[in-house]
């Protein structure tokens, strides 16, 4: 039931139109991050949020019926803006620049390069993905895995483009969710490189080491058996 409840008190209310009104959510999605990663989500209450952006608490709720709904449009924001880098990178990829792409891509998820506070990731990883709030985020990876397609296309992999994308998008998202919030210490350059050789394996190509690229890749030596 408690699922159930912050569910619905997760979605948005009233759309800002007017500069006015949405120089006013601007404020409190900025403030609602900070007090998130400062204060913690337990202790962010929507006062405080307000009292942050300078702003009554019933003007907030002219937008927001609760602090999950505006961790969801945090969430949903970040993830737009994830699916246009995403496209945009890919925008001319083919064989050659497959896996230095691909590299650069998920150094960019795990180090937040693209513009969230890895802190404020964790927050909303916790706080949304990980509730049935979730709900409010579908489409996401659809849309992402149309981007993937493409991708593939270009540069010519030789597998089933669609399954090939739907099970990267998973496997990849599920891996940095959970090195973001579980195991940080795992957030290494040795990670990036194996999610690139996961990656560019799965389809066929290879992935050349970042120092090395435009050269023949160095062996793996192998495992102990």
């Known amino acids: 039931m408690r699922g159930m409840v912050k569910a619905v008190r997760a979605l948005a ?3 800002p139109r007017q500069e006015r009104s ?5 404020a409190l999605l900025e403030a609602a991050a900070r007090v998130f990663v400062k204060e913690g989500y337990a ?3 929507t ?8 702003v009554s608490v019933g003007s907030l709720y002219q937008y927001f019926p609760s602090k999950d709904a505006i961790a969801v449009e945090l969430l ?8 246009a880098l995403v496209a945009d990178r890919l925008a001319t990829v083919d064989r050659a620049s497959f896996a230095p792409i691909v590299r650069r891509l998920l150094s960019d998820l795990l180090h937040a390069e693209q513009g969230i506070n890895p802190a404020l990731h964790r927050v909303l990883i916790e706080q949304v993905l990980r509730t049935s709030a979730r709900r409010e985020m579908l489409g996401f ?6 981007v993937i397609v493409d991708a593939l296309r270009a540069s010519g992999a030789e ?3 669609e399954l090939a994308a739907f099970i990267l998008v ?3 998202l599920a891996v940095v969710q959970s090195v973001v919030v579980d195991r940080p210490n795992h957030n290494t350059p040795e990670l990036v490189d194996e999610l690139t050789r996961l990656v560019a394996g799965y389809v066929g190509f290879e992935a050349v080491a970042p120092a090395a690229e435009g050269k023949a890749a160095p062996a793996r030596p192998p495992r102990a058996g």
């Open 13 to 15: 209310r009233k759309i």
């Open 22 to 26: 949405l120089a006013m959510v601007e």
């Open 43 to 45: 202790k962010a209450t």
């Open 47 to 54: 006062n405080r949020i307000a009292a942050a952006a300078g």
């Open 76 to 83: 949903r924001r970040y993830r737009d803006g994830l699916v």
């Open 141 to 146: 990876e659809e849309r992402l895995e149309a």
């Open 159 to 161: 597998v089933d483009h």
């Open 170 to 172: 998973r496997v990849v």
